[in-house]
């Protein structure tokens, strides 16, 4: 019997058809939407007179245009306020469950997804979202669409995919104090470059992977996509089962021991073939910032900027692009380089223990008076944990305003916008100009780089304070 990867297994077990010459017809088990990529795609329905194939298999949730304080008042902004409306009226009419603003489940959709247990081994997962690759951490191929591709989900509960290629990328060791799977990330993404993953879906594998917490994976495959990869996944274990048992959503009783069969069958084949593989020693990472305009643009916090002497043509001309938007030069070193804004949160690092991480790291030191700080939960779930396990009050003693869950500064889709030529060190995702307010410049980092930026006002290695 021929061997298979992980993504292989589920790919194929999920084919319905496959076009001669073309791309397969792929049964998606979870639908995950949100306000900003779907209204188009309901009206699309509208306008063919279908209805929604399979609403128990899709959740909704407003995230990416929502406030982060005041949430029970009215959104003031129009384009905000009506397609979160919009998403309302559609998941009413199309019978959708919908966890909308104030809903104890409210948050993020790829921090709800697996808060809730919807997010299992096994699964094919889509959301008109790049980083829908968030949910392979549970061992599930899950990826991005756009959204004429959210209304063939919606109408059909399939869509048109050709298969990508297979890659394994394997961390093995340990990793040092300070380092987190953010660093491991933007490590990773460093080394082969931001279009190192096109056309692939990434297996991460290793000691340095197995050990991770769900928290950690979901962290490293959200960042995935920043590769080019179409997504990214982990193998179930242990670790995985253990999260996912008695959330609201997971399999029970004997549900649950036919799921956990069948889970513990999909970890790669021992000699299954990848058409690409990287190896990594986990020893070489050291906590991570980036000093330019894509994820890949980053480096050691106690490293320098590259000098950009091996580069030519476009990657020579991108490279001193992004340096004069950043108002950085070749060979500058990134510790002690001045910082306005910190922003933890998103989907990449907006989990309780993102914030049981900073809060640990600031509790009884004291924020710089110079940097404004947005900490903001992830979901209603991990606001209420933040408040009952007291993250709020260290939070607010060390000088930190604790907000509302959504998207927040990631993207500037809401209020919460870096303001022009300002630096902020962010947990998100990306970098790119603009990307969290006109002019705003971005440097990629974990919560614990940004809690030590947030105490000292400038670009610190973390392990200074904690050796502090």
């Given at each position: 019997?021929?061997?298979?990867?992980?993504?292989?297994?589920?790919?194929?077990?999920?084919?319905?058809?496959q076009?001669?010459?073309?791309?397969?017809?792929?049964?998606?088990?979870?639908?995950?939407?949100?306000?900003?990529?779907?209204?188009?795609?309901?009206?699309?329905?509208?306008?063919?007179?279908?209805?929604?194939?399979?609403?128990?298999?899709?959740?909704?949730?407003?995230?990416?245009?929502?406030?982060?304080i005041?949430?029970?008042?009215?959104?003031?902004?129009?384009?905000?306020?009506?397609?979160?409306?919009?998403?309302?009226?559609?998941?009413?009419?199309h019978?959708?469950?919908?966890?909308?603003?104030?809903?104890?489940?409210?948050?993020?959709?790829?921090v709800?997804?697996?808060?809730?247990?919807?997010t299992?081994?096994?699964?094919?997962?889509?959301?008109?979202?790049?980083?829908?690759?968030?949910?392979?951490?549970?061992?599930?191929?899950?990826?991005?669409?756009?959204?004429?591709?959210?209304?063939?989900?919606?109408?059909?509960?399939?869509?048109?995919?050709p298969?990508p290629?297979?890659?394994?990328?394997?961390?093995?060791?340990?990793?040092?104090?300070?380092?987190?799977?953010?660093?491991?990330?933007?490590?990773?993404?460093?080394?082969?470059?931001?279009?190192?993953?096109?056309?692939?879906?990434?297996?991460?594998?290793?000691?340095?992977?197995?050990?991770?917490?769900?928290?950690?994976?979901?962290?490293?495959?959200?960042?995935?996509?920043e590769s080019?990869?179409?997504?990214?996944?982990?193998?179930?274990?242990?670790?995985?089962?253990?999260?996912?048992?008695?959330?609201?959503?997971?399999?029970?009783?004997?549900?649950?021991?036919?799921?956990?069969?069948?889970?513990?069958?999909?970890?790669?084949?021992?000699?299954?073939?990848?058409?690409?593989?990287?190896?990594?020693?986990?020893?070489?990472?050291?906590?991570?910032?980036?000093?330019g305009?894509?994820?890949?643009?980053?480096?050691?916090?106690?490293?320098?900027?590259?000098?950009?002497?091996?580069?030519?043509?476009?990657?020579?001309?991108?490279?001193?692009?992004?340096?004069?938007?950043?108002?950085?030069?070749?060979?500058?070193?990134?510790?002690?380089k001045?910082?306005?804004?910190?922003?933890?949160?998103?989907?990449?690092?907006?989990?309780?223990?993102?914030?049981?991480?900073?809060?640990?790291?600031?509790?009884?030191?004291?924020?710089?008076?110079?940097?404004?700080?947005?900490?903001?939960?992830?979901?209603?779930?991990?606001?209420?944990?933040?408040?009952?396990?007291?993250?709020?009050?260290?939070?607010?003693?060390?000088?930190?305003?604790?907000?509302?869950?959504?998207?927040?500064?990631?993207?500037?889709?809401?209020?919460?916008?870096?303001?022009?030529?300002?630096?902020?060190?962010?947990?998100s995702?990306?970098?790119?100009?603009?990307?969290?307010?006109?002019?705003?410049r971005?440097?990629?980092?974990?919560?614990?780089?940004a809690?030590?930026?947030?105490?000292?006002?400038?670009?610190?290695?973390?392990?200074?304070?904690?050796?502090?």
């Amino acid at each position: 019997m021929a061997t298979k990867t992980l993504f292989d297994k589920i790919w194929d077990s999920h084919v319905v058809t496959q076009v001669e010459g073309g791309p397969d017809v792929l049964y998606i088990d979870r639908h995950l939407v949100h306000e900003v990529t779907s209204p188009v795609a309901f009206l699309g329905l509208e306008n063919r007179g279908l209805k929604v194939y399979r609403p128990q298999n899709t959740i909704a949730t407003p995230d990416h245009n929502v406030p982060t304080i005041d949430q029970h008042l009215t959104i003031q902004e129009d384009l905000s306020r009506h397609q979160v409306d919009m998403l309302t009226k559609n998941c009413e009419k199309h019978g959708i469950q919908l966890c909308g603003l104030n809903h104890p489940w409210h948050g993020i959709v790829h921090v709800i997804g697996p808060e809730l247990g919807i997010t299992q081994p096994g699964r094919t997962i889509v959301c008109g979202d790049s980083h829908t690759s968030t949910h392979g951490a549970f061992g599930a191929v899950a990826f991005g669409i756009g959204t004429s591709e959210v209304e063939m989900v919606l109408a059909s509960q399939c869509i048109l995919q050709p298969k990508p290629k297979k890659m394994r990328i394997t961390v093995d060791g340990q990793l040092k104090k300070g380092v987190t799977a953010k660093d491991i990330a933007l490590y990773i993404i460093s080394q082969i470059t931001t279009s190192g993953g096109t056309g692939h879906f990434i297996e991460y594998a290793g000691t340095a992977i197995t050990s991770l917490s769900m928290e950690g994976r979901m962290t490293l495959c959200n960042m995935s996509i920043e590769s080019g990869a179409r997504g990214g996944l982990i193998a179930p274990d242990e670790t995985t089962f253990e999260y996912i048992k008695g959330r609201e959503y997971a399999p029970k009783g004997e549900e649950w021991d036919k799921a956990l069969a069948y889970w513990k069958s999909l970890p790669t084949d021992e000699n299954a073939v990848f058409d690409t593989e990287f190896h990594f020693d986990a020893a070489d990472i050291e906590p991570m910032i980036t000093y330019g305009t894509n994820p890949g643009m980053g480096t050691g916090v106690t490293k320098a900027i590259p000098t950009g002497e091996e580069l030519s043509g476009s990657d020579l001309l991108t490279f001193q692009k992004s340096l004069e938007y950043m108002g950085y030069h070749p060979g500058d070193k990134m510790l002690g380089k001045p910082i306005d804004f910190v922003f933890v949160g998103s989907c990449t690092n907006g989990r309780i223990e993102d914030l049981r991480a900073f809060a640990a790291f600031v509790k009884g030191k004291k924020k710089a008076p110079s940097v404004t700080a947005w900490i903001v939960p992830g979901s209603k779930q991990v606001e209420r944990a933040a408040r009952e396990e007291g993250l709020v009050e260290i939070l607010t003693e060390a000088g930190f305003k604790f907000r509302q869950p959504g998207c927040s500064a990631c993207l500037a889709m809401n209020d919460d916008k870096i303001p022009e030529g300002k630096y902020a060190v962010s947990t998100s995702n990306r970098n790119f100009e603009g990307r969290q307010g006109p002019g705003a410049r971005t440097l990629l980092a974990s919560p614990l780089t940004a809690a030590a930026a947030a105490i000292t006002g400038v670009v610190t290695d973390p392990r200074e304070l904690m050796d502090a």
